[in-house]
């Protein structure tokens, strides 16, 4: 019989005679576990962040908060669960630099363009303002392409939202995988899958 299997059966039975002395530490063997697993979480959140802020590798950092979490002796993760969410954010990762160039090449946007939206993203970190965060890779593209050709005001709308769909879908890839991550873990916590 595995330790895992003989854990939860001590742990069914302390809570079958003790029901009444329930705490949340009963989950955890002890301080280091709960620090790994709140550690988690905390890069969970900052991966979640990430996703949207182009200056925070969110994504990267969701899955280190994954791997904390499978040092934790409450956490039964497997190594393939490791392997193939590893895999999946090197494949997001690398669409996260594909999807929104190819969105202004689609459109015909120029490199100025291009340009424009990565500044306009920075941009909105500086800020720390919401709206510039979101619409700023929007804004930036606007500018390069106008700066580019001052003229062809429709081309330069055009070619900003399409780098705004770009990272709406980059960002949202993102922020979906990240929060696979965190449904991993509870559901890995609460019941012992992946």
Known sequence: MSAQ???KQNLAAYLGKNYHNF???????????VFLIVLAFILFIIGLIGSFAPIIPGLPLGWIGLLIAFFSTNCT???????????LVIIVSILDYVIPAKMVKISGGTKSGKN????????????INPIILIFG???????????????????????????FLGFLFSSGLKAFLVITFILILILNLAFGWF
């Open 23 to 33: 705490p949340v530490t009963i989950f955890f063997r002890n301080n280091m576990s």
């Open 5 to 7: 299997i003989v854990q």
């Open 137 to 163: 890779s929007f804004i930036g593209a606007f500018i390069g392409e106008l700066i580019n050709d001052s003229k062809d005001i429709k081309k330069a709308f055009k070619s900003a939202f399409s780098s």
């Open 116 to 127: 424009g939206a990565l500044y306009g993203s920075i941009a909105g970190i500086f800020f």
């Open 77 to 87: 993760i497997s190594i393939w669960t490791l392997i193939i969410t590893l895999i």
